[in-house]
């Protein structure tokens, strides 16, 4: 437990001291060089070449660049998530407090984050929705323009915030987080798949075919439908459900997506299918598709681990070690509640993640190649995620300790 304590301990005091604030691997747009050129700006092939070259190269090129620190908001969800969590865990057990802070200190956090999300909203949308701080460019596909809310982005604003409201019953949490129900309801497209639809990435068009992306709006449906009561909201949950389910191979496991060019299959992304799926059957209490979370999870833990707790990007492939991956298991196997089943793995992918994905100073990496790594640390993608996976396994390990 104390090697546990020790690197979230870091991370929080990392992350405290950077104000939450820090850059993504997707920002380079906001490079104030590259924004004072009309030519490379309006360009959709700069836009991309640019994006993927400070995302690519091993070596951070932001500071040289004038790309500036910021707040994003899906990293403001996951360290809202984690304090909830670490809340949750020094309740529990009070000698935490002497590691973590007391649960005055935690709760004025989660305040503090909360409000700062709040305040972060896009405007002009149906209900609440949040997006990413930075112009994403994707191929010559489409461009998503600063602040266009996600679905991805959204789901995990909003459920931080319900999670908030259950330790603070602060009211505004809890009307803000159900009124993205019809962001979800009325904002976002849906394409037609088999039996049911998959949601859009976005309201704007580009992304719509992505299996992820459609569970995740049918998760905060589920939650909305759990603190309304709306059938409306499990009947339209249920149909992203179905499709999805539909989407699923026999062996378990499911595509990013349904375009040729979304066809491969990866560790996180099968995380929060398995995420949304469970929260989706315990808000609403449709048990119909279980067995796809069975086979799902089992598909997951068979392929995306090695014996050695090293994890996989994909399920026939290592490399790139992204710190998702992970990550993504501690939330996952909290979630499906398989820790018991899997401690030993759990465990062995965090010694490993520690010993090769964490600075001495408390952030993580990005991500690992065989030959040059990207140890560049970004808020969101790296030092958020991990914040709250980190304060699942804490919770995990909490539980398992009671029960010995």
């Given at each position: 437990m104390k090697d546990v304590y020790k690197s979230f301990g870091s991370l929080?005091?990392?992350?405290?001291?950077?104000?939450?604030?820090?850059?993504?691997?997707?920002?380079?747009?906001?490079?104030?060089?590259?924004?004072?050129?009309?030519?490379?700006?309006?360009?959709?092939?700069?836009?991309?070449?640019?994006?993927?070259?400070?995302?690519?190269?091993?070596v951070n090129l932001r500071r040289l660049a004038l790309v500036p620190k910021e707040y994003n908001a899906k990293g403001i969800g996951l360290f809202l998530s984690g304090y909830c969590n670490l809340y949750k865990a020094v309740i529990h057990d009070g000698d935490l407090a002497k590691?973590?802070?007391?649960?005055?200190?935690?709760?004025?956090?989660?305040?503090?984050?909360?409000?700062?999300?709040?305040?972060?909203?896009?405007?002009?949308?149906?209900?609440?929705?949040?997006?990413?701080?930075?112009?994403?460019?994707?191929?010559?596909?489409?461009?998503?323009?600063?602040?266009t809310p996600t679905v991805v982005a959204t789901t995990f604003c909003a459920s931080a915030l319900f999670e908030a409201?259950?330790?603070?019953?602060?009211?505004?949490?809890?009307?803000?987080?159900?009124?993205?129900?019809?962001?979800?309801?009325?904002?976002?497209?849906?394409?037609?798949?088999?039996?049911?639809?998959?949601?859009?990435?976005?309201?704007?068009?580009?992304?719509?075919?992505?299996?992820?992306?459609?569970?995740?709006g049918s998760k905060l449906l589920?939650?909305?439908?759990?603190?309304?009561?709306?059938?409306?909201?499990?009947?339209?949950?249920e149909r992203s459900v179905k499709a999805c389910c539909s989407g699923q191979k026999e062996d378990g496991?499911?595509?990013?997506?349904?375009?040729?060019?979304?066809?491969?299959?990866?560790?996180?992304?099968?995380g929060y299918n398995l995420d949304a799926l469970v929260t989706y059957?315990?808000?609403?209490?449709?048990?119909?598709?279980?067995?796809?979370?069975?086979?799902?999870?089992?598909?997951?833990?068979?392929?995306?681990?090695?014996s050695d707790g090293t994890p996989k990007y994909y399920h026939d492939k290592m490399f790139p070690i992204d710190i998702h991956c992970p990550g993504q298991l501690f939330v996952t196997l909290y979630k499906t509640g398989k820790y018991a089943c899997h401690k030993k793995i759990a465990d062995?992918?965090?010694?490993?993640?520690?010993?090769?994905?964490?600075?001495?100073?408390?952030?993580?990496?990005y991500q690992m190649k065989p030959y040059l790594s990207s140890r560049i640390s970004?808020?969101?993608?790296?030092?958020?995620?991990?914040?709250n996976a980190l304060s699942y396994y804490i919770l995990l390990k909490e539980d398992s300790k009671c029960k010995e």
């Amino acid at each position: 437990m104390k090697d546990v304590y020790k690197s979230f301990g870091s991370l929080k005091l990392y992350c405290e001291k950077e104000q939450f604030k820090g850059w993504d691997p997707y920002d380079g747009l906001n490079s104030k060089i590259f924004q004072s050129i009309p030519f490379l700006r309006k360009s959709a092939i700069c836009r991309l070449v640019a994006i993927q070259a400070f995302k690519r190269f091993p070596v951070n090129l932001r500071r040289l660049a004038l790309v500036p620190k910021e707040y994003n908001a899906k990293g403001i969800g996951l360290f809202l998530s984690g304090y909830c969590n670490l809340y949750k865990a020094v309740i529990h057990d009070g000698d935490l407090a002497k590691v973590f802070g007391t649960p005055e200190t935690i709760l004025n956090n989660i305040t503090k984050l909360a409000d700062l999300l709040i305040d972060m909203q896009s405007v002009g949308y149906s209900g609440a929705c949040w997006g990413y701080n930075f112009d994403w460019q994707a191929r010559r596909l489409f461009l998503f323009p600063k602040n266009t809310p996600t679905v991805v982005a959204t789901t995990f604003c909003a459920s931080a915030l319900f999670e908030a409201y259950e330790l603070t019953m602060d009211e505004t949490y809890l009307k803000v987080a159900i009124s993205s129900a019809d962001f979800v309801m009325k904002d976002l497209n849906r394409t037609q798949y088999k039996e049911g639809y998959l949601f859009s990435y976005s309201p704007l068009k580009g992304n719509d075919t992505v299996f992820n992306a459609s569970l995740l709006g049918s998760k905060l449906l589920g939650l909305c439908y759990k603190y309304t009561g709306n059938n409306e909201y499990k009947e339209v949950a249920e149909r992203s459900v179905k499709a999805c389910c539909s989407g699923q191979k026999e062996d378990g496991s499911w595509p990013y997506g349904l375009l040729p060019v979304q066809s491969w299959i990866d560790s996180f992304h099968t995380g929060y299918n398995l995420d949304a799926l469970v929260t989706y059957q315990e808000c609403t209490g449709d048990t119909a598709y279980s067995d796809f979370i069975e086979k799902g999870f089992n598909f997951y833990i068979d392929n995306f681990f090695e014996s050695d707790g090293t994890p996989k990007y994909y399920h026939d492939k290592m490399f790139p070690i992204d710190i998702h991956c992970p990550g993504q298991l501690f939330v996952t196997l909290y979630k499906t509640g398989k820790y018991a089943c899997h401690k030993k793995i759990a465990d062995d992918v965090f010694s490993w993640t520690v010993k090769n994905m964490q600075h001495d100073k408390g952030y993580f990496y990005y991500q690992m190649k065989p030959y040059l790594s990207s140890r560049i640390s970004y808020m969101r993608w790296s030092n958020a995620f991990m914040f709250n996976a980190l304060s699942y396994y804490i919770l995990l390990k909490e539980d398992s300790k009671c029960k010995e």
